[in-house]
């Protein structure tokens, strides 16, 4: 089974409710999760600093497969001021804390052991988030994993590839 390093949009912050255990341990050790929404581009995984939420029903198709390397908690979900006055309308599902217990490599979720705290997943659960929607999350191959600047290439790489350059005549 091949495995993939994902780097999720980055949608908001921890809100002041979070509750850090660790908050400089990489990932950070959290008690209580709250994420404060600043924008949202509509992907169905989110991040803040190695730690990630999912839409409900995202995490309900995740479930379904029996995944290893993984729990889901509750998370408190708030918009900012920033966020309702760019979306005054806009409604926010409901959403869930993702939390990696597992092995990279090994479970269906993990955290990278080399060039940062990065997630881990199998193919069969990249397969059930990329039909949830993941279209602003970068997917690497773990073996060609070399940290933070190979997700910025391959985000680059995404953005040429839907938006080719015009053919000069």
């Known amino acids: 089974m091949k495995y993939y390093v994902l780097v999720p949009e980055v949608a908001g912050h921890f809100g002041a409710d979070t509750v850090f255990i660790d908050r400089n341990a990489r990932p950070p050790l959290i008690e209580r999760l709250h994420y404060e929404f600043d924008g949202w581009l509509g992907d169905s995984i989110l991040e803040t600093i190695c730690c990630y939420i999912v839409t409900e029903s995202t995490r309900e198709k995740i479930l379904a497969f029996r995944p290893t390397g993984v729990t889901f908690a509750e998370v408190k979900v708030t918009k900012s001021t920033e966020f309702v006055a760019r979306y005054p309308d806009r409604v926010l599902p409901a959403f869930a804390w993702l939390q990696i217990i597992g092995v990279a490599g090994k479970d269906d979720f993990g955290y990278t052991k080399t060039h ?54």
Do not use: F, Y
Not at 125 to 135: F, N, R
């Open 116 to 169: 940062g705290s990065s997630m881990v997943v199998s193919s069969r659960i990249l397969d059930v988030l990329s039909e949830s929607g993941i279209p602003h999350c970068a997917v690497v191959e773990l073996a060609n994993w070399r940290g933070g600047e190979t997700a910025i290439l391959e985000r680059l790489h995404q953005w040429e590839l839907k938006n080719p350059p015009p053919v000069e005549e």
